[in-house]
């Protein structure tokens, strides 16, 4: 693979030129909205971080600004975003950065901060700051995999590393194509070399020099092993109201959406016979029933499957209860994963969306 495509650079960069979509964070040489664009874009398409990212840059103009940001802050602009180690692993680098006084201009400086791997280190190092470093993320992988015809498995450690050595004996020598070049893959595997259906072949910029298009293998690459099967979980859950307000509880600080905020729940699916038992250990007691919901939330490793309640009750309840009105309910972060029993919250308190 390593002399797969001496005149990439030659083929693709003018179609990137030409061709690129127009996003905010190519627009700069700073590494700063770089690096936040490529947290935000791990596992979230881009049509759904633009938003995120334009209210993230206002809030934190600065890695220092980010460095001293409240958490609970940092969380409620990440809400809905997923993935909520990557804003705690931000701030994380955020306050090395800062305390080191800029960002390390090395690939070796920059994987070292945390929640930054190989993929973001060559993707930063590259667009900020002109080094020949690869970025491989699937993209990549897939433009690669079909221009060469490799069936080797992606999944593989090694195949990947393979990859990136191909990618790096590709890369341009000019500084302003460095900076690009990785992007430019990216983007021709995100627009043209698409995951899903049919490529678009007729448009490739590479169609010349792709084995997958010329032997017709291109629907078959590229190769991966079978991901593990996702585990199901049932959970109840309750939105518990009383006297304008609804109850909240803070999850672990370990573990899945470690540290953010949840309505309480119990592991099982419990009908309406069984519902009433949570309750009376939480030290609750049912006054009206108003509804009952399903919902799903897909992770990348699990499945929740959750029933729940919206229900007016008495009594204080667990201590780790935090009971809130409309407007403190808006100012803590809930994961999209209760998106469901946020809504009908938001509604029961009177803030209809």
Not at 14 to 19: E, F, I, Q, S, V
Not at 43 to 66: H, S
Not at 118 to 137: C, H, K, M, N, W
Request: aromatic fraction near 8%; glycine fraction near 8%; include cysteine.
């Amino acid at each position: 693979m390593k002399n797969t495509a001496p005149r990439l650079p030659e083929l693709l960069l003018p179609w990137y030129r030409a061709n690129a979509r127009d996003l905010p964070w190519r627009k700069t040489t700073d590494p700063y909205p770089i690096w936040v664009s490529e947290i935000m874009l791990q596992q979230t398409r881009v049509a759904a971080v633009l938003g995120y990212y334009a209210r993230f840059l206002e809030a934190f103009p600065t890695v220092e600004a980010l460095a001293a940001a409240p958490e609970q802050q940092l969380m409620k602009l990440w809400e809905g975003l997923g993935y909520y180690s990557r804003a705690r692993n931000l701030q994380k680098a955020a306050k090395a950065v800062a305390e080191r006084g800029s960002f390390p201009d090395t690939y070796e400086g920059l994987i070292k901060l945390p929640g930054i791997g190989e993929y973001t280190a060559g993707a930063i190092a590259s667009a900020a700051f002109g080094l020949r470093q690869p970025a491989v993320d699937g993209n990549v992988l897939r433009v690669l995999m079909r221009l060469t015809d490799c069936r080797a498995d992606i999944a593989d450690a090694k195949v990947k590393a393979a990859v990136r050595e191909a990618v790096r004996a590709a890369m341009p020598e000019a500084e302003r194509d460095i900076r690009i070049f990785n992007q430019a893959l990216m983007e021709l595997g995100a627009t043209v070399c698409v995951p899903n259906g049919e490529p678009k072949c007729e448009i490739c910029p590479l169609r010349e020099n792709c084995l997958a298009r010329s032997r017709g293998t291109a629907m078959t690459l590229p190769v991966k092993s079978g991901k593990k099967q996702r585990r199901k979980e049932e959970k109840t859950v309750y939105v518990l109201l009383q006297n304008g307000r609804v109850a909240l509880r803070r999850r672990s600080d370990e573990g899945l959406l470690a540290g953010l905020w949840e309505f309480p729940n119990v592991p099982g699916e419990l009908g309406e016979e069984d519902a009433p038992s949570a309750l009376a250990e939480w030290g609750l007691e049912a006054k009206a029933w108003r509804k009952r919901l399903s919902a799903k939330h897909i992770f990348t490793h699990v499945e929740w499957h959750m029933t729940g309640y919206v229900l007016e009750v008495e009594g204080q309840g667990m201590e780790e209860f935090l009971w809130m009105d409309a407007d403190a309910l808006e100012g803590h972060a809930v994961p999209s994963a209760f998106g469901k029993f946020y809504a009908e919250a938001r509604a029961a308190l009177g803030k209809e969306d």
